[in-house]
C-alpha cells in the first residue's frame, strides 16, 4: 500500500480541478482497503471513483481513497440471461464495450457515460430511457467506519432518479467493491427517445441490435456533450426539476414554448436545460468558467477556473432560474 503525501488530483476529476489530497491511497482489493482503514482509523476518508460527478472547491483533508478495484466475471448464466460482478473501480464505458462485445444487453443505453462501475449506483445514472437500476441485482460494499462487508439488494439502495441511499442516509459511509448485474442474452431494445431514433432512421437501421443502439449514443453524446479529456465538466450540473400541475400550467401560459414530460406521480418534469438556456446562460462564460454552448446543463471549465468560480456561477445560474421559473433547482454534481 503507497501512501502519497500532497496527492494532486488534477487529473484525477473531470472538472480538471487543481486541487490535492492530503494524503491518498489507490484501493486495487478489499484487502487493501481494510488495511489502509487500519492504519489510518482515526482520518477522515474521502472516496473518489471515477471523479466525473464531483465538483472538488478546495484541497481535501485526511485520507483520499481511489477506488481501483477492477475485473468482471461472470456468476452465472440461464437461458436468456447472465449475472455479472463487476469491480467498483471498473470504469463505467469499460463495462459497456465488455458487454457489447459479448452480446450482453440492457446497458448499451448506458454507452459513453463517464465514472466508474462503483460509483453508478450512488447517483443511479441514467440515460436515454434507461437507469441503473433496471440492469441491478445487488452490490457489495465495506463500511468505513465498522469495517463490514455487506450487501445491499436492490430494494436496499432506495433507487430514484438520479438518487439512491448513498446521496443520503448512508452518504460517504461506505466504498463499494462490487456490483452485480442481470444483462440479457435476448435483447429488449430500448430506443423510445427522440434522438436514438431518429439517428438510426438517418442511418437506414430498421432492426437495430444492441451494438446499433450503442453506436446511436455515443454519436448523440459526442454532438451535444463536451468531451471531458478537452474541456472539464461532469456531466449535468443540476437535475431535471419536476412541479406541480398548477404551477406548471401558469407557467405554460407565460412561457407556451415550455418543454415538459408529465410523470406517473402527476408531477411534471420540466428540463433544467431549457430553463437555463431562457435563463440567458447558455454559452455564457466569466473566465474560464462557463455554461456550454450546446447543452446548457453542463457547466465548464475552459482551463483555469477554480471550483470556487463553477460554484459561484451555478449558484448564480440557480438564483435566476428561481427567479423567472419559481423552481429551485438542485445540483446533481456532488460539491466538495
Ligand atoms: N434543452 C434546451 N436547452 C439546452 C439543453 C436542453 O432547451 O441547452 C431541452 C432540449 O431541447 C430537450 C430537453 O431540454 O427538449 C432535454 O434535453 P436532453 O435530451 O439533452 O436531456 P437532458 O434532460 O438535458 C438528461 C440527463 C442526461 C442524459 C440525457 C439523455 C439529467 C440531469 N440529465 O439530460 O444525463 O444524458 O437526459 O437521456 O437527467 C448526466 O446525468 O450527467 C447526463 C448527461
Known sequence: MDIIRNKSLVNLNTFGMEVYAERFVTIHSEKELLTALEVYSKERIN???GGSNILLTKNLEGLTLKNEIQNIQITFEKEEEVFVAVGGGVPWHQFVLWAIEHNYGGIENLSLIPGSVGAAPIQNIG????????????????????????VFEKKDCEFGYRDSIFKRALKGRFLITKVHFKLTKK????????AIQQTLSEWEILNPTIQDVSKAVIHIRKSKL?????????????????????????????FPPIVSYPLPNGQIKVPAGW????????????????????????????????????YTLAMDILESVKA????DLTPEVNIW
Do not use: M
Request: contains cysteine; charged residues 30%; hydrophobic residues 35%.
Open 187 to 194: 435483447h429488449q431494445i430500448n430506443i423510445g427517445y427522440g
Open 226 to 254: 463536451p468531451d471531458p479529456a478537452e474541456i472539464g465538466n461532469s456531466g449535468s450540473f443540476f437535475k431535471n426539476p419536476e412541479i406541480g400541475k398548477e404551477h406548471f400550467e401558469k407557467l405554460k401560459k407565460q
Open 47 to 49: 472516496i473518489l471513483g
Open 275 to 310: 430553463l437555463i438556456e431562457q435563463a440567458g446562460w447558455k454559452g455564457k462564460r466569466r473566465g474560464d468558467a462557463g455554461c456550454h454552448e450546446k447543452q446548457a446543463l453542463v457547466l465548464v471549465n475552459y482551463g483555469a477556473a477554480k471550483g470556487s468560480e463553477i
Open 324 to 327: 423567472k421559473f419559481g423552481i
Open 127 to 150: 440515460a436515454y430511457g434507461v437507469e441503473l437500476k433496471d440492469v441491478f441485482e445487488k452490490l457489495e460494499a465495506i463500511d468505513l467506519k465498522t469495517k463490514e462487508h455487506l
